[in-house]
C-alpha cells in the first residue's frame, strides 16, 4: 500500500477483508504498515470496526416484550 492516494487503491482492497481478519500474514502486515502512516485509511478502519461493532451489540440485545407487541399493533394487513 505504499501509494496514499485519495482513495487509497490498495486500501480499498484490504480493508475489509483486514477488518474480516481474512488477510495472509504478509498482507496484514502491510494493512497495519499502512494503517500507521495513512490518516484517511485510520478513520476508515476505525469507523468500519466501530459500526460492526454497534450491529454485533444490536443482533445480541433482545427487543422488550412490550416494543414488539407495540410494533405488532402498528401492522397494517396485507390486502
Do not use: N, W
Amino acid at each position: 500500500m505504499e501509494d496514499c492516494g485519495d482513495p487509497c487503491i490498495k486500501c480499498e482492497e484490504l480493508l475489509q477483508p483486514y477488518v474480516d481478519r481474512e488477510l495472509t500474514d504478509e498482507e496484514r502486515i502491510e494493512a497495519e504498515a499502512h494503517l500507521a502512516l495513512c490518516g484517511y485509511c485510520a478513520r476508515r478502519y476505525r469507523f468500519e470496526s466501530t459500526l460492526r461493532r454497534y450491529v454485533r451489540k444490536c443482533c445480541e440485545e433482545q427487543m422488550p416484550v412490550e416494543l414488539k407487541e407495540k410494533l405488532l399493533a402498528l401492522r397494517t394487513p396485507l390486502l
